[in-house]
């Protein structure tokens, strides 16, 4: 069983940053590909960066150039940077690995 736990989450302005991480409870996760995916309320669960077993990084159009996914096997944790937020970016954001999934943490982007 693994368990993924998110954290970095809160309420910023505009044009700041935040940085999430997922920090998994078993060292398993080096040989998995991993995601993060957001939801915004009334919308579906998209995915947002992943990033594979080699480092091989994809994003979605809409946050390309804004946000960076890496990963640090030695410590089991997934990581991302998200920088110049928008108000768009305002929604849950989750971890996945295979088909485990986190329990979310929030992200508001407002002045």
């Known amino acids: 069983q693994v368990q993924l736990v998110e954290s970095g989450g809160g309420l910023v302005q505009p044009g700041g940053s935040l940085r999430l991480s997922c920090a998994a409870s078993s060292n398993i996760f080096i040989f998995y590909n991993m995601a993060w995916y957001r939801q915004a309320p009334g919308n579906q669960r998209e995915l947002v960066a992943t990033i594979t077993k080699g480092g091989s990084t994809l994003y979605a159009d809409s946050v390309k150039g804004r946000f960076t996914i890496s990963r640090d096997n030695t410590n089991s944790t997934v990581y991302l940077q998200m920088n110049t937020l928008k108000p768009d970016d305002t929604a849950v954001y989750y971890c996945?690995?295979?088909?485990?999934w986190g329990q979310g943490t929030q992200v508001t982007v407002s002045s």
């Open positions: 996945n690995v295979d088909k485990w």
